[in-house]
């Protein structure tokens, strides 16, 4: 009976152990663009704007939670956030919807968030749905692209900077297991 309730202890101890070795294996990284929208880029008319290329700093990200890009099980977009920055007036209600497309070289493109029904009293910040698709493979990349797809509902007379900050977690092999 006592070596049973040993056995007991050591295996529950071991699993709530494993558990808490896993969490140190899990992290975030986070990411910050700037995109413009044009002045006046039409009505209910598709409109695309294209982030310059990003540097993906995964690898030091990466040896910095002490893993590598072949530990890595899955990366997955948690939040997209979109703020603007300018004109200081400005806020989302010209928009109609947004989507936002990740691709990296020699990848297919793949939408990763999205609000398709702006609201016209979105204010100066709006948190977009997002993809629950393993990312992995884009952000192990050098650098990965953004495309922004709007529809507008209005016209808007000045550029809109608007700051894109999005979060993806990272759950990486505990010990390489």
Same mark, same amino acid.
């Given at each position: ?6 056995? +007991?202890? +050591? ?34 008319? !598709?409109? *695309? ?15 910095? *939670? ?6 890595? @099980? ?5 939040? /997209?956030?979109?703020?603007? *920055?300018? !004109?200081? &007036?400005?806020?989302?209600?010209? /928009?109609?919807?947004?989507? +936002? ?7 297919? @493109?793949?939408? +990763?968030?999205? *609000? ?16 629950? @698709?393993?990312?992995? &493979? ?16 209005? /016209?808007?007379?000045?550029?809109? &900077? ?16």
């Amino acid at each position: 009976m006592k070596k049973l309730i040993l056995v +007991i202890l +050591i295996g529950s101890f071991f699993f709530t152990g494993c558990e808490k070795l896993s969490e140190f294996t899990k992290f975030n990284l986070i990411y910050n663009d700037t995109v413009v929208i044009p002045a006046s880029t039409g009505i209910n008319l !598709p409109f *695309n704007v294209f982030t310059p290329e990003i540097e993906s700093d995964a690898e030091s990200q990466f040896a910095v *939670n002490d893993t590598r890009k072949d530990l890595i @099980e899955e990366i997955t977009l948690t939040t /997209l956030d979109l703020s603007i *920055n300018s !004109p200081a &007036e400005g806020d989302f209600g010209f /928009l109609e919807s947004i989507e +936002i497309f990740l691709s990296a070289d020699s990848l297919d @493109e793949v939408r +990763i968030a999205w *609000n398709d029904a702006v609201p016209a009293d979105a204010g100066k910040t709006l948190e977009l749905e997002t993809s629950d @698709e393993d990312l992995q &493979e884009y952000i192990k990349k050098d650098a990965f692209d953004l495309r922004v797809k709007t529809v507008t509902d209005e /016209l808007i007379g000045s550029d809109h &900077e608007i700051k894109i900050h999005s979060v993806f977690f990272v759950d990486a092999k505990i010990l390489g297991q």
